[in-house]
């Protein structure tokens, strides 16, 4: 049995920060607890949800939106912009080479697919060490019909291993470092998406990636995760999720007299743990246990 103390179950907001005098929820947090906004100047970058908006189980979930020109900090420079919380560095739960689980739900308001010409190459979801670091796993949509290989086509969000592509120079020859096909944008648009992901982040190969949708495994990797190891700003690979688009030249080179679509997202029940048990959503509610609320 494992030590309550590594129940990592990551709250949208504790009762201490998210309940009102009255008992009501407050839509007014700046971020979930225990994350900070990343690189997100933009007020109407992060809420909790409103009433009649989607949410998961509980209360509430969190709503994600980006819009044409916002960015902050060295996005503003860099063809991308964003609307993401990252997981403070004492609460950075992850170490290189250490098992860990977690498990959240994910809801596509609006975001549609692109050609590969147009693609912004959104991020739903990236683990890194911090800094100029690439991203250790990221959750990437493609360009809809592009050609990398690894499972079904339609399926333009996939896993991409950024930091170990970079690192060890696969290149086209090891894809790029996308490893597995999750599901497809599209079909996630207006409806939750459960996700699920086991993985321990190392260096070597003894390294390990599973990953299930809607209770459907859809990856399976085995091989090097990470290879920046550098603990100068966290202690293993930091965890942010929102939107981050990264490739706003695409769309202005073929679009310039047209405005970036606004992007909306929500997330909801994301949590970590030491075991499926604890992070599956579809367990938790068979089991008859609470939501993160």
């Known amino acids: 049995?494992?030590?309550?103390?590594?129940?990592?179950?990551?709250?949208?907001?504790?009762?201490?920060?998210?309940?009102?005098?009255?008992?009501?929820?407050?839509?007014?947090?700046?971020?979930?607890?225990?994350?900070?906004?990343?690189?997100?100047?933009?007020?109407?970058?992060?809420?909790?949800?409103?009433?009649?908006?989607?949410?998961?189980?509980?209360?509430?979930?969190?709503?994600?939106?980006?819009?044409?020109?916002?960015?902050?900090?060295?996005?503003?420079?860099?063809?991308?912009?964003?609307?993401?919380?990252?997981?403070?560095?004492?609460?950075?739960?992850?170490?290189?080479?250490?098992?860990?689980?977690?498990?959240?739900?994910?809801?596509?308001?609006?975001?549609?697919?692109?050609?590969?010409?147009?693609?912004?190459?959104?991020?739903?979801?990236?683990?890194?060490?911090?800094?100029?670091?690439?991203?250790?796993?990221?959750?990437?949509?493609?360009?809809?019909?592009?050609?990398?290989?690894?499972?079904?086509?339609?399926?333009?969000?996939?896993?991409q291993l950024s930091d170990a592509n970079e690192g060890l120079g696969w290149g086209r020859a090891r894809n790029h470092g996308i490893v597995c096909r999750l599901f497809s944008i599209d079909q996630a648009r207006g409806r939750w998406t459960d996700i699920v992901m086991n993985t321990n982040f190392s260096t070597g190969n003894d390294g390990y990636l599973r990953i299930w949708v809607n209770g459907q495994q859809r990856c399976d990797y085995r091989g090097p995760i990470s290879f920046e190891t550098s603990t100068a700003l966290y202690p293993g690979p930091n965890h942010r999720r929102g939107i981050y688009v990264g490739h706003t030249d695409r769309w202005d080179a073929v679009r310039p007299n047209t405005s970036r679509p606004t992007l909306i997202t929500f997330y909801d029940e994301f949590r970590i743990g030491r075991e499926r048990a604890e992070v599956d959503i579809r367990m938790i509610e068979q089991a008859g246990l609470q939501p993160v609320d």
């Open 1 to 159: 049995m494992m030590s309550r103390a590594f129940l990592l179950t990551i709250l949208i907001c504790t009762l201490s920060a998210c309940m009102t005098d009255t008992g009501g929820v407050s839509r007014n947090a700046d971020a979930p607890n225990g994350y900070l906004r990343n690189l997100m100047p933009h007020a109407h970058g992060f809420r909790y949800s409103i009433e009649s908006e989607p949410v998961r189980a509980g209360l509430v979930s969190e709503r994600y939106e980006v819009r044409d020109g916002d960015c902050g900090g060295t996005d503003c420079t860099s063809n991308g912009y964003r609307s993401e919380v990252r997981l403070s560095p004492q609460r950075t739960q992850a170490r290189i080479g250490e098992d860990i689980w977690y498990g959240w739900s994910f809801y596509n308001q609006n975001i549609a697919s692109y050609p590969q010409e147009i693609a912004f190459g959104t991020i739903l979801g990236q683990w890194k060490m911090g800094g100029p670091a690439a991203p250790s796993i990221m959750f990437v949509q493609v360009g809809r019909g592009e050609a990398y290989r690894n499972g079904n086509r339609s399926h333009d969000v996939v896993v």
